[in-house]
């Protein structure tokens, strides 16, 4: 389905430069064999640790204990969130866990997850990455028949569903699959309830997720470098409309009714997924450096050196080098010390807040034909700025190379891609972006070679938030919170 | 209704010494002639800060702003939870506020109030002081039509019925109307919808609500001293089973058609309410006076000194003193910075922990027969300690004076007695404890001279923690946590 | 020596009511039988809580641990500063500990104590309540030779005084002594060698000082109150002029040259110290009871009720009472939750701050001639809210009732009298006074009373801050800040 | 001269993998012009942001206002210790920071720097970078002339030997020259004044230290990265010996006596200073690339790829690939939200902490014969465990290659290298090297190429690590902190 393009005003050229995270999930059930040498609170301490770059807002774990369930969850990163004694504090068998960046919600305590819930069958701790694109008539529904919501998240959505659908049938792993055929939108979710944890994945399989064996227990995660922090045994992801149950140390599997391609984001690949991880069977560093290879191709440059914005353009900076034969090189120093409390200084903010995060290598630009590659621009102006630090620090010309086409369109699926009107490649061609940008040459990916890096998948993609064409039916409109909006009663 | 007593062994002689206090609530609507003179969220603070005493565990305060309703709450005292930047980022012309000590429910971020919810016909901020005897019963009801629980507070399952009700009838104020109809138990309680503040109280009157005006606009709070803090003027006690709605600047009184007597809670005289309140329409302090001077009657002694035990017992005491002639004086300090987080001692800890709380003025006790006189025993062990501190201070006698009598019996209204078995009351008689805590005589103040303290109450009152009698129909047994406990699902 | 009052403008009347607290000091030295037994830090923990009334600024412990100092010190309450861990982390045998309000110097961490230092001979931690008249001097002389300061507190300059004398004598008790030679003021001292704990009291003995013993073990205290907390035994005050060493268990007492009159400051009795104290051979509580039985005897007025400002007034309105026959009542009631954040609310500051703090028992006071009992009056606002806050009960009358003669000098011993300017009492009579506080009458303690309230005490007075005689010579002006002022070199 | 080896017994392969950093400082003395557009409170925070990676342990800044010294410093990282508020509230002209990690001294508070002092002439505001070998010499003479020390830190020791040459000597420039004279060792310094700018670098130019302009004003810093992150312009290096002094807006050079070689640290190119900075002439990062270079010519193999050691161990990979011609990839990836709390888990510590921090990317690695190129090997274990993570991800082979010779010697100018029986180094064969941390072959940079890898570098350099030959006369031992020894006294 395309999404239509209405008309909005063009923006000022300024603003922050990257989309927002994904969130991510972990779950861990632990087999008899393994109880006292796996603690699945530390465990999955450690996983979320790993997955902290799909979300930095705030994480939460909830663990099972003899199917007394226990959630500690906060604003905040991992190592913020947890100390010993908390996760000391939460013994048990099973545990789910999440990382959070908000999607849609407010950035608040209520929103954050494990969504810890009883209801009339018993509790459920559920977490939840992607974005159910009806979950506004759900909620509507729900609301006629009575319900109530804390927050403004879909997951609370989600839990009622699943609830409604457990009064009606025999299990919690057969509600989970009902509540599969009613909400529509991307959902890789880990679920624990008394006895049982349960990971599932949407019909199109937009968000990554995947199981791994730990000793003889069990773990499922939304990354690959999840399972490697644990050292974990990667078996498999799970597929597209696909059901895991783990009860009484067995895993079986079942699949939901909906048929549809398998349609894996994209931007995954480009950005969001860490470079370590496998998804779909392509690895996702080899996929950038593929990103990398084929601007080589599409765009050829003659440039003395080419350098990556770190972290996220340094592969595709490598693969680009590799092709096309010119030298790949350090070229900008990040600061490690950047967290999310830096003070903006008094004067010259914006300017000096790049060259507080980022420094140029004077040693190896000065004189020289850079070629600077980049996963991808969203509103431009950080860009401007390495620009003008680059040619400050000597670089002779600076051809930008761009490891994705131009975002345009919003993303439905969890990606928090921001107003049209607040990205810098809405309304303006590539010539217009290239010169507010200040480069001697821009390229971006074309769409072609975007849907060609991910060697080895086993899916197709969805690459709406470039091309507009969603793998499913979207709202005309992006929902606004309502929550936030505080609609007045009537009576 | 009669409490049947079960047989339970008698415990050893130990614990801890107070009964949990209560919660408090308070709400405040700014009518129009005082907007930007009346800030809602710090006259909220102010207040709670006057409700402390009803609850330290937690609390909240919920603000209304042109329908949307913006709410911060957490774990831990007034001025611990909020600050100067988180008042002036909450601007309005409504507010809810409560402190909270858990009667039902576990000590968690979770169970603090205000509870604010989404519904189909808009928000809701509630708050609640009391427990619902048919909580658990309506609970159940609500799972098997699909609800689901994030807390095990009782005030979830009342935001539950009021939003049924709100979907059978036309109006805010008539929903709350008709869930009075379906709950039972003790409630106090202020609600905030988009445009309205209610204030409600059950049917008996269990717990104090009044309302009072601030320029030309109203506030209602669990005391009149939340009122006095605030310098607003005391219009009355919300009656029992009555429903106050302000809307449009305008109340509006309703009335709830269940018809029983008014049975204020009389341990809110005797202990919780803070003495310069005044509860329907009886002094607090006064009635402490007066109860003392029942002792005097009821338990004549000769002997040189009276003194109290700070804070509770001082009234009490002076009580006594006027009665019998004999001279009250101070004869126990009181730590003035003793908080939540003192680190008990190493050794010898259990008579430390009185020790640095409370010690004894050698020069008032020193070869006197003292009465000393409290409020209430529960464990009885600060009581023996208090009464070993005294005698080291050379008190030549110590006759123990109790200005309630003996507790036998759980409450089911809000008040968290200690299981009988911990109570020292509990299959012992007055000989027996006297004994225990090491005094030369006791009294405890008689049921009926209890019934008379309040003078000019207009109000009945409910005794049953003393008597066992309730006037109203209570659960055989006192329900448990059902999430706490976990129970396991059947699928 | 008389100090001389030079012109001042008389201030317009505002401001805060209370005079500043004083500092803490104490020791401990476990004897061998004890090891394991007593916890040095610990104990210091309860007896700094215990002493928290005389500095809530800062606070700090400091150990010793088989010759090796560690010290915690920082900004804020004992309870505050302290938690379980820290405290469990200094093993030892020997701890000295601070609770500070800043009589000179900033309120900064550098300024906490104990002051832990290195020196040629060892290592020292040294604690100190009071104030040296000569500090400047000294502190000059030590800096022409060489010396550096990191804080304005004049501890360091007695730590240099001390160290400088131990490089010419054979201990550090005897450099101790010889220090007392040198410094003169308001000082009592606990230090801590690598094997002694030193105890210290000036000549003149402005501030309390006294030692105890606990099981095999001595303690030493600035109030006796600190030994209570911790079961000790009182075994004497510390006399002026008297230094206390305790080594391998034992206790040696030795005493400085100088000669002069035992003038215990007045003030300790009137406000500063605990009511459970006894200073100096007499108890506090009782010394404020006799200044209330004094007032009844200089100022008598037909009256209803005798009330006492919460918590410092009490004793001496119970003194009032019993001279004078009219019934003692409660009149005001605390709310004890006040701590140092209470955020002042937007509207009625003023008015509201002290309601917040303080309520009016309407029924005690209401259609009554009220006698006011308080200790003292420093600005006078609060003091004149109050009577407001009693009038609006209902209060027919309200005479004024003042346990102490106006505050008209300067304390040069350790007493943060405001500037003059600030003082009510400066440039008014007592009817000008009475006026501005708006109550019926007002009788201030005269002189001649305040030299005999403390019954039993074994010392004379320093009564400066009334009478502008002080047993010492002091400086012309109170000497600022050198360290603030940062003044600027030459060179 | 060379440092004696001692016998010291092999330890057992374990433990921590890093050298601890070096400290760092920064100075800024606003000129007139540049008063309201220079904030040199918020220039410093920004300044030392950039130099964090010098100490994370603690860092501080003080500020001079109109004379008058504001100090603010505690232990944690500079975005933790200050916020808006804090230097909001820190206005000024001329400011002094520094971050440190603690080669002498405790890791406390005592130790952070600034040092603030005040003494005969006025006040001084010292940081420093380096180590004094002669402190604990000086340290003794101060004491034996009655001086006091708070800290361990030799810091104190310089600022006692800079205040006693100050009485001596017209100006405070001419105090720190004269001082430069008896202190002996490594420092860098940044000097407050209340009129001046002070910073001076010690004759051998150990540490790093460079000067700027910013708009009209000066900068110091121990590098240059710290000058591009406030846009300032490098203006040179401060030269060995040199002491540069900043008054009335104007630059003066002074020089002090001594003359010696210009012996840089060869470990600041390898690994302390960051790679973007310039440092005495060469390029930080150019020197690290020439240390693979010299690598790939001194040690050779026949492979597929060359993978380096986040993130110091990159550039020099880099260095390696271009002089061999063998391809570059990324072969590891940081998580890069590793900070200072990270719990360790519960099972597998040590492996899994080296996993949690690096992951494989099996992608480059598989079936290749690997080139690993690290900047050095303290301890081994941590790099043991990464060739594990190789080789688990498939490599075929390994081949270590460091950038550094190996360590085998105490430093004594500042890094806090492990005592030597933690060397993996010491008392091994390289070959026994390579058989502990499981490689194919093991190269480590000669000494001779070392001493060539700062290209372009003005200075000779202290190697005194690998070689044990060390441009200055240093003591037999490395002296233990007199402070926690706390040394008895003999009275």
Redesign the interface.
């Known amino acids: 389905m395309k999404y239509k393009m209405r008309k909005v005003a063009c923006t000022p050229f300024d603003g922050q430069a990257k989309l927002h995270e994904e969130c991510g999930v972990f779950g861990v059930y632990v087999n008899k064999e393994d109880i006292g040498?796996?603690?699945p609170a530390?465990?999955a301490?450690?996983a979320l640790?790993?997955l902290?770059?799909r979300g930095q807002e705030a994480c939460g774990i909830a663990v099972n204990n003899?199917?007394?369930?226990k959630c500690h969850k906060d604003i905040g990163?991992?190592?913020?969130v947890?100390?010993?004694k908390i996760?000391d504090g939460m013994p048990g068998t099973i545990a789910v866990g999440h990382v959070r960046y908000s999607t849609t919600g407010h950035p608040s305590?209520e929103n954050a997850q494990p969504?810890?819930?009883?209801?009339?069958?018993?509790?459920l701790a559920i977490t939840h990455n992607g974005n159910l694109v009806n979950a506004g008539k759900l909620r509507?529904q729900i609301?006629?028949?009575?319900?109530?919501?804390?927050s403004s998240s879909d997951t609370e959505v989600l839990?009622?569903t699943i609830?409604?659908e457990?009064?009606k049938?025999?299990?919690?792993e057969?509600?989970v699959l009902h509540a599969m055929g009613k909400i529509e939108g991307a959902y890789s979710l880990a679920i624990m309830?008394?006895?049982k944890l349960i990971a599932a994945r949407d019909p199109h399989g937009f968000r990554p997720l995947c199981i791994g064996k730990l000793m003889h227990s069990y773990v499922v995660a939304s990354e690959s470098?999840a399972l490697?922090?644990?050292?974990a045994t990667f078996i498999r992801d799970i597929e597209p409309g696909e059901l895991i149950v783990i009860e009484d140390g067995e895993l079986r599997s079942m699949k939901c009714d909906i048929k549809c391609d398998h349609t894996t984001c994209v931007f995954e690949y480009i950005y969001f997924a860490?470079?370590?991880s496998?998804v779909d069977g392509a690895?996702v560093?080899?996929a950038r450096q593929e990103a990398g290879r084929y601007l080589a191709e599409e765009y050829p440059v003659d440039a003395d050196v080419v350098v990556g914005v770190p972290?996220s353009g340094?592969?595709a900076a490598?693969g680009y080098s590799?092709a096309s034969g010119i030298?790949?090189?350090?070229g900008l120093?990040k600061?490690?010390?950047i967290?999310r409390?830096?003070?903006q200084?008094?004067?010259?903010k914006r300017?000096?807040s790049v060259?507080?995060k980022l420094?140029?290598?004077?040693?190896?630009l000065e004189g020289k034909r850079v070629i600077l590659v980049d996963d991808s621009i969203v509103r431009g102006t950080t860009c401007a700025r390495l620009v003008k630090i680059l040619k400050d620090a000597g670089a002779k010309e600076v051809h930008m190379r761009i490891s994705s086409p131009p975002f345009l369109h919003p993303c439905f699926f969890g990606t928090d891609v921001p107003d049209r009107e607040y990205l810098i490649a809405y309304g303006r061609t590539v010539e217009e972006i290239r010169e507010l940008i200040g480069v001697d040459s821009l390229g971006y990916l074309s769409l072609e070679a975007t849907n060609k890096i991910a060697v080895g998948a086993t899916c197709g993609f969805c690459n709406g938030c470039f091309s507009g064409e969603y793998p499913i039916e979207v709202p005309d409109t992006v929902e606004k919170n309502?929550?936030?909006?505080?609609?007045?009663?009537?009576?």
């Open positions: 040498k796996i603690s530390h465990d301490y450690t640790f790993a902290q770059h003899n199917g007394v369930i990163l991992v190592n913020e947890f100390n010993q996760l305590r969504v810890c819930i009883t209801h009339c069958k018993g509790n509507r609301e006629l028949d009575g319900g109530i919501f804390r839990a009622y609830v409604r457990r009064l049938c025999g299990s919690i057969q509600a309830s008394p006895r470098c490697d922090a644990l050292g860490r470079p370590d496998v690895s560093a080899f972290d340094i592969p490598i590799k030298p790949y090189d350090v120093i600061n490690k010390y967290g409390t830096f003070i200084p008094g004067q010259d300017e000096r060259r507080i420094n140029a290598l004077r040693n190896n309502i929550f936030e909006s505080g609609i007045g009663e009537n009576g």
